[in-house]
């Protein structure tokens, strides 16, 4: 069975940093994309991030790219979230999804496994 399992979420202050951590189990994580999502109240969910499953691709949505990085640790089966420079906008539950052939998409259709979530507050 897989499971992924987001942690470092918490409440920080504008323009202070976090990093969301995804373990992963279940799965062969090294050949799987792997992909951080956010959902805002009241939105629909969206896509922030994704990684190929060598760590070599990655794309950004626009709202985060030049502040959050991605990065994954296949030895460890972790993906990371690197998040700086954060706004009130990014005020959101983040979840981490799995895609098996290992390509990064940004279509949240494509992912076939998600974690809980994690809640992230930014204040002002």
């Known amino acids: 069975q897989v499971h992924l399992v987001e942690s470092g979420g918490g409440l920080v202050q504008a323009g202070g940093s976090l990093r969301l951590s995804c373990a992963a189990s279940g799965l062969t994580f090294g050949s799987y994309a792997m992909a951080w999502f956010r959902q805002a109240p009241g939105k629909d969910r969206e896509f922030v991030s994704t990684?190929?499953?060598?760590?070599?691709?990655?794309y950004y949505s626009d709202s985060v790219k030049g502040r959050f990085t991605i990065s994954r640790d296949n030895a460890k089966n972790t993906v990371y979230l690197q998040m700086n420079s954060l706004k009130p906008e990014d005020t959101a539950v983040y979840y981490c999804?799995?895609?098996?052939?290992?390509?990064?998409?940004?279509?949240?259709?494509?992912?076939?496994?998600w974690g809980q979530g994690t809640q992230v507050t930014v204040s002002s």
């Open positions: 999804a799995a895609k098996p052939n290992g390509l990064p998409y940004k279509e949240e259709r494509t992912y076939n496994y």
């Open positions: 990684i190929a499953w060598s760590g070599i691709l990655t």
